[in-house]
C-alpha cells in the first residue's frame, strides 16, 4: 500500500496545482517549477534507463558494434548551434532529419490514409436496409462537401462549389461539437479521480 | 460580453464544479444506470469462459487516466472475484499500470476473502511491446519467468499449467491509449483469442469498428460503461459512486451554456433598447 | 569490417571513428559556402529518399533485386535506423537540460524575483536524476551501507518523487481541463450564428448520452423510436457525421503535408532557412 | 522485421500526386497570377502581433509537443513571418518548447529572422526556451509563462493534444489574442472555443502560402487542390462501384478499386 506521507504530498502537489484556478500565485509557481524539475529529470532519467542504454551502450560496449559511435558523433553535433562558425555542421543533421521525416511522410500518406479512401466506399443505394442506406448517404455527403470546404485556388463564385463548402463547413461544424462533448465525460472522470483522492485517500472520509 | 463575465463569473463556475463535485461523491444520489449492448456482451462473454483458464487483465492506464480507467478494472476483479474467474494482472504499454491495479486487486481481495497467488497473479510491466507479445504468446514462463514480488512464477499455484495462448481464456485491455491493436494484430488475429475492451469515453468511437468486426466481444465505455457493468454484477462500486458527480457535471456544463446564452440574449436586448433613444 | 570488436580494439576502432569524422568535417568546413548548400541539398534528398525506396519499391521482385533472394534491400535497414534515429535524439537531450539550466541558474545568479522556484527546480531536477538511476543501476549491498545508502531507502526516495510528485502533478494538470471546459462552455458556445447553435446542440447531445441522467429521459422509447434515443443519436453523431467530416478534413491535410514533405525534399521550400548554408 | 510496401496503384497515386503538385509549383515560378481564397485567421496575425507591440507586452508562439517533422515545418514557416514582424516592430516574442531538436531550429530561424531585420543586437537567446518533453509538464510551464508575462497574443502552430485547451484558456483568461492552427482534428474544437481565430485543417498547410504570398508556395497550392480533386474523383468512382456491387453482385462480384487500394503488402 501506498505510505500516507506519500500520500500527503501528492495531496499537497494536486491543491498547489489547483490553486491556478483563482490565479497565478506563488504557491502555483513553486509547484509549476518543482513540477518541470521532476519531469526534466525523470526524461533524462527515462532517455538513459530506455533508450540510450539498450539502444547504444549494449550493442556498443556489450556486444562490440562499434559503428554504433556514429549516432553519438551525429548527436554531438546538435551542440555545434551554440557555435557560430561551426553551426552550418547542425544544420547539416537538422536538414537531414527534415529529409527524413518528408521521407516517412510519403509512406505515411498511403498507409495512413488510402485504407481511410477505401473504407468510404459504401454503397448510397441498394438492397440494405434503409437505416444503413442513409447513414452510408450522409458519409458520402459529409466526407465530400467537406472536402469542398478546403479548395482554395477556386474562386467561391463558383455556385455548385460556394454551396458546397457552406454545407461542408455546418457538417464540420456539428462534427466539432460532437468531439467537443464526447470529451466531457474523460475530462469530468479525471477531475473526480482528483477529488476522490483528496477525499478518501488523504482525508480518509468514508466511502 | 455578459453581465457576469470576466474573473467572478469564472470563479463562480469554478467553485459550482469543485464543490459540487466533492458533494456528489459524499452523498449518493441513486442513479438510473441503463446497460447498454456493448457492455451486455462483454459481461456475457466474461460468464462464458472455462473456469480452468487464465484471463489477461492488460493495464494500458497510469494515473493520467485512472479517473475512468481505475473504475473500469474494479468492476472487473470485482466480477471476477465473485465468478471465481482467475486472471493475470499484465501490461505492456505502461510501467505503473500494474502496481495501480495490484492496489484494486488488493483491497478486493479483502472483501471476498482472496488470496494473491491462488485467485490472481501479477506479471508485472514488460517491455519489447509487440514482439514480446508474440513471445508471449508462444511461452509464458519465458517471458514472465517471475511475477511483480519477484517470486519465481513456477512457485505460484494459479500459474499451474499455464504455458502458452492456449492456456488464456481472455484478454481484456483497459487503456486510455492505443493499445488494443497488438492484442488484434498478435493474439486474436492469430491464435482467436477472445478479446474484451475497456478504452477511456474518448476513444469510444474508434472501438465500434472493432466490435462490429467481432475483432472484441465487449466493451466498456469509459466511466459509465464500468457503472453499467457493475449494475449487471449487482454491485455499488466506484463507478456507481462517481455516477452522482459525474451526472452533475454534465448537467452543470449543459447549465452553463444555457445560463451563458440567456445571459448574453437579454444584454443584447438591454443593449438596443437605449440606443434606440440616443439622438 | 562490420564485425563485432572487443577490449582494446574496440577503443581503437571507436577512436579511429571519431578521428575520421573530424577529419572529414574538417575538410567539409574548408568549402565554400555554395558548395556546403549544395551539400546540405544533397544530404536532405538522400535521407528522404531512403524511406521513400525503401516503401514505394516492393517486398520481393526477381528483377530489380537480382541478387540473393530477390528481397528488398532497404526493409532490414529500417529498425536499425529507427533505433539510431532514437539514440540520436536521446543524445540531445542534455541540450534541454542545458537551456533549462541556463534560464534558471541566471535567475539564481542574479537573485531576479522568484529565485527560489528556480532553486525548487535544481533540487528537484537533481534528485531525480540521481535517485532514479541509482535505483535502477547501483546494486544493494545491505551490510557495508549505512541505512541512508540502502536500496530501500532510496526506493522510498523515488517513491515520493515518482508517486508523489511526478504522477499527483500531472493527472492534476490534466484534470484541470474539467475547469476549463466548464468556463469554455459558458463563455463559447453562444448561438450567434446558424454553424455556433449546430456545434452547440450536437456537444450537449454528446453530454447528455454519456451520463445516466441523460439515457434515462429517452429510456422510454421503444420500437422503431428507439432508434432516437440519446446514447443512439450521439453514437450516430460521432460514428457517422463526425468520423466522416474528420476524414474528410484528414484527406485534405495528407495532400497539404505531402505537398510540404515535396517541397523540402526537392528543395523547392523557399525561406531563410531552407536555403542557407551558413552565416551570411 | 517485416515492413509494408505500397502496391503498384498506390505508388502510381502517390507519384501522380505528388506530379502534378511539382507542375504547378513550377508554373506558378513562371508567374502566372493565382487566386487564393480568403482565410481570415491568417490575416489575424499581423493585427495580433501589432496589438501586442502597441500594448508594450510580449507575445507567445508554440509548437505544441511536436517534434522536428512536417507538422513543425509548416509551423515554422508561420514562426518565422511572425518572427520578422516582431524583429521590426521591437516586440519580444517567448517561444516554449517541447522537443530539443525543434528548439535548435527554433533558435537558429529567430536568430536569423532578427538578422533579417538588422537588429541582431535585439535578438534575445533566453525567449526561446525548452520547458519540459512531458505533456503536462509542458503545459503547466506555458500557463505560468502566459500568466507571469502577461502576454498579449498567443500562437498555436503544430500539433497539439490534450494540452490544447488548459492553453487556450490560459490565454484568453490573460487577455490575449490568439491564433490556433493544428492539424490534429480532434483538437480543433477545443481552439474553436477559447482563441479568437482558428485555422481549420488543411488551411494549417495553406498558411506560409497566404502568409508569404510566394509563388512557389501558390503553385503548391493549386497542385493540393488538384490532389484533392483526384482524391475526391476516387471516392466517387469507388461508391459508384459499391453500388453496382450491391445491385449485380454477379457481373461485378468484388469492388476491384477497394481492392486496388487495400493491398499494401
Redesign the interface.
Known sequence: MTPFYVIAIGALCTLGIYSILYRENPVFRFFEHVFIGVAAGYGFYFIITNVLHPLWWTPLVREGKWYWAFPFLIGAMFYLIYSRRLVWMARLVMVSFMGLFAGSQFKGFITGYVPWIRSSFQPVLGPKPPYVQFTNLAMFITLITVMSYFFFSISHKNRTVTGSARVGRWLLMLAFGAIFGSTVMGRMALFIDRVAFLLFDFLRLPR | MTPVSGERARHLIYALLGLGTAAGLLIHVRQPVVVTPPTRSLRDSIQALPRNKLVILSIGWDVGTRGENGPQTEALIEDFFRSKIKFAIFSFASPPGPTMAEQIADRLARKHHKTYGEDWVNWGYRTGGVPMLMGLAKNIPRIVPQDLYHTPISKIPVMRGIRDVHDIAMVIEITGSASLDPWVGFWQGVYGTKLGYAPTGVMVPEAFPYLHAGQITGLQKGLVGAAEYERLVGVRGDATRRMTALSYDHVLVIALIILGNWLAIRAARRRQEPEGQAP | MWAPVHGWSLLGYVAASVAAWVALFYILHRLPLRHKRILIAACTFLAGLFYTLEFFLPAHSRWLFFWGKHENPLSPLVGPLGDAVSVIYGFTIALGIISLASVHGKAIARRRSGWHNSVAFFAALVSMIVFGLWQSYVPDDPHRATWIFRASTVHRIYDVLFDGMYQPLGATVFSVLAFYIASAAYRAFRVRSGEAALMMAAAVVMMLSQVPVGQWLTHTLHGPWANLRVEVVANWLLTTLSSSALTGVGLGIAVGGLAMALRIWLGLERGSFFEAGGPK | ???????WF??L??FV??AI??LA?LTARRGRT????P?PGLAAIDEAVGRATEMGRPMLFTFGLA?????S??A??VL?HIARIAARLGNRLIVPLAD??L???T???MR??W??EGKQDAFRS?DI?????????????V??LL??EQVASAFYFGYFY?ES??LA??G??VGAIQVAGT?A??Q???F???SDYTI???????A?AYL?R?P???G??????I??GI??F???L??I???L???FPRALPH?W??DL??G??
Do not use: C
Open positions: 522485421m517485416k515492413t509494408e510496401h505500397a502496391n498506390e505508388t497515386l502517390w500526386v505528388s503538385i511539382v509549383i493565382l487566386y487564393i481564397r482565410i517534434g522536428i517533422d512536417i507538422v515545418m509548416q515554422l514557416a518565422s530539443v531538436p528548439y535548435t531550429l533558435e537558429e530561424v536569423e529572422a538578422a533579417a533566453d526556451r525548452f520547458l519540459s518533453d512531458q505533456q503536462f509538464a509542458y503545459a503547466a510551464g500557463i505560468g500568466n507571469r490534450a485547451l488548459l484558456e490560459s484568453q483568461q492539424p482534428t480532434t480543433i474544437p477545443f474553436i472555443v477559447a481549420i485543417g488543411d488551411e494549417y498547410y495553406a506560409s508569404s510566394e512557389t508556395l501558390l503548391s497550392l493549386v497542385g493540393q487542390d490532389g484533392k482524391l475526391i476516387l471516392i466517387v469507388g461508391t462501384f459499391a453500388l456491387h450491391g445491385f469492388n478499386l477497394a487500394l487495400g499494401a503488402s
